[in-house]
């Protein structure tokens, strides 16, 4: 023996490493071909010899137990298209096959977690979609996938269609599993009434066990094509130590099955219905589930589907057809009447009148200019227009609206944090006690129906259901009225809040300020508007709109400052060669030294000071009209039990009348952002709203539990808001306060039916009161009666609180 | 039932991690189609319940051999030391497998099988749609040498009784199955195991051969 022991070598057959002394050889076109044992080398010469050569490289090509072959199945540049990049993290959306419930979705969450380089994944439950956010330098796309693969899920690239596929897929699978677990149940049941009725009355032996013969023939599909994915669950439960509720009804079946087995051969009791039942009343449990679950989701999907697939896009000077999917910015699409918009833009060619309805709320068709902006998914009603594409369709409004009611989906409500821990303690409580029942009956037939009865019934997945499809349906909900809720946790802190705070421009107010008078100093009003207009020119504050609106009117061009710099809640300063120039509040001109005649202070309407090179040059006034529907939200907040206040950079006499106007609580005027943000911190108890404009608000929307934001409609991905009001309605508010609280009753609701279903069924079960087929059935009920809560979530009449 | 059936069982069970290697891989090739696809689960249950047939008419005839042996008084004396020597060699073998000798496994009792006849006659079958080509296949490739079925069949014949001998080799086929179907992460699983569930196996032969050491003793003194 040259070689050392520990040198191994590869059989060319099986691929297996194997030791020098067992080394088999074989001349093959003048090769030395090594085998590991005469039965391989005849394998390889009867496969190469039929033929079949070919199956080696595809072997090699396919094994997936091989890292490699899987990262080369996740293409690194095929994924890297779905990568979106952050400044500091990457994010990829997957869509994840294998997901059975809520279980599930907590192990992929954990062992992502658990990953160096992932710095947050969470699933959606409604859509299987996972979010991953990953630092790129540490881990690649591909790596994620093949870790999810390895703990038994299949990723995908998410992309609508795929989305579809996927959940076709699932569908029509787990139609075909429970059809044939029906067709043979009913077999299965005549086989048994037989038996019954054979008990009672006798029977011959050989009819007897020709018919337990048959029931076993025909409860072999149901256990292993039925419930083949309770038993690939349980199986990757098992690798990855992470016990779920698939291991329970797994174990369930599998020992009913290989007992009544055992029982054939010793002619004993059969209990392959019971093994059947199990498997065929969970799957309809699961298959109403699903359906519940599309039904819940479909308020995202309406949405998406809201903007056509197609654009007719003009590319060398021909209209052609294509994926709107791959509309860039800057694209010029035609649309006819009665088309909706693939995507954001602005009108280059022509005017029609636009049904805004699915965006805005709004009924009435608008009118559309040449260079009016438009949204996806909006109508176009009568004109045949040219559009300029400002945003590709993944970045357009009603796809980041998607976007976000998804992500909001995902996130956990903490509420659910104590069911999570509760589910994961379950299941190997469970075990034990169906152990112990075993035991405790004397280990007899009746014990061993009884454990399993306990395996069965005792499924968290109520428990595990419970918020996340609460949380599912009334976010979906909310997307339907305008409100986009951050995540479940926000959902969850809605319902708690005691006071609401108010910004008073564009949210108690309509945002767009008139100019009801000018009083210019020591300059004509020309010059004075002229050096305004310059001032205010380029500012997207509603005053500056509303003065620029005035100055077009008088048809004065703005000539733009180079530098003008906005101080939020003060003012606008612009240095030009004649000197500083100044427009804003009182206080703004007063700090740099400005002298300010006293009369001015008396009207409750805004003002805008000007100066210029130290000099005071007058002022004017803006009157901005409360939204037609404060009254009734202040009023109705005020009978709910909510404390308001008002909270604005506007001088103190404004802010008192409009105070009183709407039956505001108190008010704090000339705040900075900063000043809003403090004041916020001080207000009793953290349970405070902050409903602002999200413009100049920033640092109290963040402040506040729940900042949320009255968006003009495009301007939803306001970063600091946590609840969104995506329709220029502030009614919308007690929407949103009324879905809250409904959902959390629900949500309570939920948790309460699913800890009293276990509290009773399992002693039931274990004290043997229980057949598994019950045990089964009542398993598959507690589940649907959660899921069916949560779905009154959609109907529910939010208009009384 | 006969312990020594669910022993032949369990042996089966083990002793595939073996099988998947070669036999996995030989059946993996049968079943690609003409156009390079995987014919499916049909093929391999037919393929299997060939194999298995096969197996078990193999455990009847050498079990009715062996019953011929016992029977025949004017052999006894030359039974007495077959028997008795090939429960030896079946514990031997065990024990070689499980790890106990180097030179001494199952591997070295496997020999080539006849290869041109086979490969013609796979040429010939695979003309034919897959789900009929997959139980004469699977009863041709049933013959096929290997080491854990010359155990279980010397096992069959001592068992001296035709029925009993088609009982050990059919169980022994059915517990060779389950390892043939797992495919991906669970095969992976499986090879990775591969070592400690044959030395399993091996000692599982070597209980049988001491089963049937302890019965022959008993019957022949």
């Known amino acids: 023996m040259a070689d050392a022991p520990s040198s191994t070598l590869k059989c060319l057959h099986c691929a297996e490493e194997f030791l020098p002394s067992d080394l088999v050889t074989e001349e093959i076109d003048g090769q030395t071909c090594q085998f590991c044992c005469h039965g391989c080398r005849t394998a390889y010469l009867i496969i190469s010899g039929s033929g079949l050569q070919n199956y080696y490289q595809r072997r090699d090509r396919e094994t997936s137990a091989n890292k490699e072959a899987i990262a080369t199945r996740f293409d690194s540049d095929y994924l890297a298209q779905f990568v979106s990049h952050n400044t500091d993290s990457a994010t990829i959306s997957l869509i994840i096959d294998g997901i059975r419930c809520a279980s599930c979705i907590w192990v992929i969450e954990k062992i992502l977690q658990k990953q160096a380089g992932i710095i947050s994944a969470r699933v959606n439950f409604a859509t299987h979609r996972l979010l991953i956010e990953f630092d790129e330098k540490q881990i690649s796309p591909a790596a994620i996938c093949i870790q999810l693969t390895q703990i038994g899920y299949i990723p995908r690239p998410y992309s609508p269609s795929e989305l579809q596929n996927a959940s076709e897929q699932e569908r029509r699978s787990m139609m075909f599993r429970f059809g044939t677990a029906v067709f043979f149940s009913m077999q299965l049941m005549g086989f048994s009434i037989a038996l019954y009725a054979g008990y009672f009355q006798g029977i011959n032996p050989e009819t007897r066990q020709l018919l337990q013969i048959l029931a076993a023939l025909v409860t072999t599909p149901v256990v292993f094509y039925s419930g083949y994915p309770f038993l690939r669950g349980a199986w990757y439960s098992l690798i990855n130590r992470q016990p779920n509720m698939d291991l329970l009804i797994a174990l369930g079946s599998l020992s009913a099955y290989s007992y009544s087995l055992y029982a054939l051969f010793l002619d004993k009791e059969i209990y392959f219905d019971t093994a059947a039942m199990i498997i ?168 061993f129906l009884n454990a399993i009865t306990v395996l069965v019934v005792a499924c968290p997945c109520a428990l595990g259901l419970a918020t996340p499809t609460a949380v599912m349906v009334a976010t979906g909900r909310g997307a339907e009225e305008g409100i986009l809720f951050r995540g479940g946790d926000i959902l969850e802190a809605t319902a708690h809040l005691k006071t609401v705070a108010f910004d008073k421009t564009g949210t108690l107010t309509t945002g767009k300020p008139q100019v009801s008078g000018i009083f210019p100093v020591a300059v004509d009003e020309e010059q004075f508007l002229q050096k305004l207009a310059n001032v205010e020119n380029g500012s997207f504050h509603p005053l500056a709109k509303g003065i620029l609106d005035f100055t077009a009117s008088r048809n004065i061009v703005p000539t733009s400052c180079e530098n003008a710099t906005t101080i939020p809640g003060r003012g606008i300063k612009a240095t030009t060669t004649d000197g500083l120039l100044l427009a804003g509040s009182r206080l703004f001109l007063e700090e740099h030294g400005i002298e300010l005649p006293d009369s001015v202070e008396k009207s409750t309407n805004s003002e805008v000071h000007l100066a210029h090179a130290g000099q005071y040059y007058g002022w004017v006034e803006l009157h901005d009209t409360p939204r037609e529907d404060a009254e009734k939200v202040t009023a109705t907040l005020k009978r709910l039990g909510y404390k308001t206040t008002l909270l604005t950079g506007d001088r103190k006499k404004v802010a008192a009348s409009l105070t009183k106007r709407l039956g505001i609580d108190s008010y704090h005027a000339q705040l900075t952002p900063a000043d809003k943000a403090r004041l916020i911190e001080q207000l009793p108890a953290a349970q405070v709203m902050m409903v602002g404009d999200g413009i100049n608000d920033a640092p109290a929307l963040t402040t506040a539990q729940v900042g949320c934001t009255l968006a003009g409609s495009t301007d939803i991905a306001v970063e600091s808001a946590d609840l969104i009001l995506s329709r220029p309605k502030l009614s919308n508010l007690l929407l949103a306060l009324s879905l809250s609280r409904h959902s959390m009753r629900i949500i309570r609701q939920n948790l309460f039916w699913a800890f009293s279903y276990n509290l009773i069924a399992l002693p039931l079960a274990a004290s043997g009161q229980l057949a598994p087929v019950y045990g089964a059935a009542a398993m598959a009920i507690s589940s649907v009666c959660v899921v069916t809560n949560s779905l009154r979530l959609k109907r529910i009449n939010l208009n009384n609180a | 039932m006969d312990p020594l059936i669910s022993m032949a069982f369990m042996t089966g069970l083990l002793g595939s991690a073996h099988c998947i290697g070669m036999c996995g891989g030989l059946v993996s090739a049968l079943s690609l189609t003409v156009d390079g696809r995987n014919s499916g689960v049909l093929f391999h249950l037919l393929y299997n319940l060939g194999r298995t047939i096969t197996y078990s008419l193999i455990g009847f005839l050498v079990g ?158």
């Open chain 1, 280 to 447: 065929t009343l969970i799957l309809a449990g699961r298959l109403f589930e699903t359906s519940a679950r599309h039904k819940a989701s479909a308020g995202v999907d309406r949405l998406l589907t809201l903007a056509p697939a197609n654009a007719c896009v003009l590319r060398n000077e021909q209209w052609v057809t294509i994926d709107s999917q791959q509309l860039q910015p800057g694209d010029r699409i035609l649309l006819t009447a009665g088309e909706r918009f693939p995507a954001d833009g602005r009108i280059a060619c022509g005017s029609t009148e636009v049904d805004e309805a699915a965006v805005s709320g709004e009924p009435l068709p608008v009118v559309k200019e040449c260079g009016a902006e438009v949204v996806s998914g909006t109508l176009n009603l009568t004109g045949r227009i040219e559009v300029d594409v400002t945003a590709a369709a993944a970045d357009s409004f009603i796809s980041r609206v998607a976007a976000l009611v998804e992500q909001a989906q995902a996130r956990q409500a903490p509420v659910q944090r104590l069911a999570d821990r509760i589910a994961s303690l379950f299941i190997p409580f469970v075990l034990m006690v169906a152990v112990l029942t075993y035991f405790f009956w004397g280990g007899g037939q009746a014990a």
């Open chain 2, 64 to 221: 009715w051999l062996g019953s011929a042996m016992v029977v025949k008084n004017s052999l006894q004396e030359i039974t007495r030391v077959l028997l008795i020597g090939s429960d030896l060699f079946i514990i031997l073998i065990g024990l070689g497998t499980a790890g106990l000798f180097a030179r001494l496994n199952i591997m070295t009792l496997e020999i080539s099988g006849p290869i041109s006849s086979m490969t013609n006659a796979v040429k010939g079958l695979r003309r034919l749609p897959p789900a009929l080509s997959a139980i004469p296949l699977g009863l041709m490739f049933g013959f096929l040498p290997c080491g854990l079925l010359y155990a279980m069949a010397l096992t069959a014949v001592q068992s001296a009784d035709s029925l009993t001998g088609a009982l050990i080799m059919a169980a022994f086929g059915l517990g060779t199955i389950p390892a043939l179907f797992l495919v991906g992460s669970a095969a992976h699983w499986f090879s990775t195991r591969r070592s400690w569930m044959l030395k399993a196996a091996g000692i599982m032969v070597a209980l049988m051969g001491c089963y049937n050491l302890l019965n022959h003793i008993r019957m022949l003194s």
